[in-house]
């Protein structure tokens, strides 16, 4: 019989190596190279055999039949807007998120919601007591909810195979584990092996099955990246846990729009749905304060307005502080270079902090505009309108560049009771009810 052979493969995103590496040259992580025997397969090499006629045959496309997406809804509206209107039966989803963020509650209310729909919950996280306990908090009776703990992927398959649930929720894919592997629990090859084999038995028996992943500190969904490329669904959870908001967003979509937003607000009484994010992020913005100013981003085809905040101080110590919470840094330097030289503001000994109302991120260029107005107005202490939109993208020349969706930026506006926006120059075709200050460069537009 041949010898194992010594490998080495990586922790994080599976790279196989025969030499031992410091650095994956897959996914950059450092020390992540375990050494693994592989067995190898006596004589089951994989070769192409061209004498042989196959008997299965390459389909034209228009032979190829169109099965029914149709779509089933999740009970919350939120989820299925981010799912593209809801669940495809026998789909396979990855809902990834930080511990702690709210992924169980967001598929137990799910469950509350369709009482008509056979759940099967794999509850590998926590003992059925303390689901039991969680759900009575949040008002779920969950007759349709059946709580197996027995996280071995073969007992797992054979009760979905039993029960035949319209879904399936694996919570979470890190505490599924086969016996016919000896790594434990949450290793790469544990993870890849069970999620293959609940692949299969989706697809064969048309479950529709979701498997949650906590992420690591870096956002990746922690070891399992290798599962994005094989689910048809990748959605993350996120949100600041010191904030009451979790945003749902769609990663990955194979059935639907990919990018899509869903926005939740997590109370004692377990996550609401927030139809209307604008209300969120908007505080009452007091008109006798400068440095903030109000931007309209858009998560996924969804404008929202958020209040930028900033505040510009002397400096007291030689290097002026830049700090950025919720924007990125580089992209606040650059702005505040662009308004020094094309806008003629002096920043340099000045520390300057900037910060997203609301604990949202952005990372919309279309809200560089609100940014430098909001750095201006604290710079010269002159409170910018509350009552004004700003919207446009700076470029390195002192221009403002067009952004898309403008008509949907304008109309949240409209509905969310402001008066006025600030726009580029070059939407000239937009209508709309505010007043519109349509200008081509920095210098102008932070002076409206
Ligand atoms: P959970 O769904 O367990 O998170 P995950 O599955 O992503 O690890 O959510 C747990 C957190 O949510 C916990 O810190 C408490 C909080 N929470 C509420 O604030 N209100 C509620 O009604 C519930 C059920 C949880
Ligand atoms: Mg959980």
Redesign the pocket.
């Not at 998120?97 to 967001?106: A, H, M, N, R, W």
């Not at 997590?266 to 377990?270: L, N, V």
């Given at each position: 019989m041949a010898r194992p052979k010594i490998q080495y493969q990586c922790s994080n995103c599976g790279h196989t190596s025969a030499k031992w590496l410091g650095l994956c040259p897959s996914c950059g992580e450092w020390h992540t190279f375990e050494e693994h025997e592989s067995q190898p397969s006596a004589g089951k090499k994989h070769k192409v055999d061209i004498s042989e006629e196959s008997s299965s045959k390459a389909l034209r496309l228009s032979e190829i039949e169109v099965k029914s997406t149709e779509r089933t809804s999740t009970g919350l509206a939120e989820l299925d807007r981010v799912l593209g209107g809801g669940l495809i039966r026998g789909s396979l989803l990855l809902l990834g998120?930080?511990?702690?963020?709210?992924?169980?509650?967001?598929m137990l209310q799910s469950a509350a919601k369709t009482p008509d729909k056979t759940i099967l919950y794999v509850a590998g996280?926590e003992s059925a007591s303390q689901i039991k306990q969680?759900a009575s908090?949040?008002g779920l009776k969950g007759d349709n909810l059946l709580i197996w703990t027995d996280t071995r992927i073969q007992s797992v398959i054979a009760q979905a195979r039993s029960i035949k649930p319209d879904l399936m929720v694996v919570?979470s894919i890190q505490t599924v584990f086969s016996d016919d592997l000896s790594s434990l629990p949450g290793s790469v090859q544990q993870i890849r092996e069970c999620s293959a084999m609940l692949q299969q038995i989706s697809k064969k028996e048309g479950i529709t099955t979701l498997m949650?992943g906590h992420v690591t500190k870096e956002g990746d969904i922690a070891g399992p990246r290798i599962l994005e490329h094989m689910v048809d669904t990748v959605l993350h959870?996120e949100g600041d846990q010191s904030q009451l908001h979790r945003l749902l967003r769609g990663v990955k979509n194979r059935f639907g729009p990919a990018h899509e937003v869903g926005v939740f607000e997590?109370?004692?009484?377990?996550l609401h749905e927030v139809l209307n994010p604008s209300d969120l992020f908007l505080s009452e913005m007091d008109e006798n304060v400068s440095g903030n100013a109000v931007a309209c981003i858009m998560e996924g085809s969804r404008p929202i307005l958020v209040e930028v905040q900033a505040l510009v101080t002397p400096s007291s110590y030689g290097t002026p502080q830049r700090t950025a919470g919720g924007f990125d840094q580089r992209r606040l330097q650059l702005l505040l270079a662009v308004l020094e030289k094309r806008a003629g503001m002096a920043f340099s000994g000045q520390d300057v902090y900037l910060n997203i109302a609301g604990g949202i991120r952005i990372s919309d260029p279309a809200a560089d505009l609100a940014v430098m107005k909001a750095l201006a107005s604290s710079l010269t202490d002159k409170p910018a309108d509350p009552k004004t939109v700003y919207i446009g993208e700076a470029g390195l020349g002192g221009e403002i560049r067009r952004i898309p969706y403008i008509d949907r930026r304008l109309r949240e506006a409209e509905k969310m009771g402001f008066r006025k926006a600030v726009l580029p120059g070059r939407e000239t075709s937009v209508k709309s009810d505010l007043s519109l200050v349509v200008t081509d460069t920095v210098r102008k537009a932070v002076g409206s």
């Open positions: 998120g930080d511990p702690g963020i709210g992924k169980s509650t967001l996280e969680r908090r949040i919570d949650i959870f997590m109370r004692d009484s377990g």
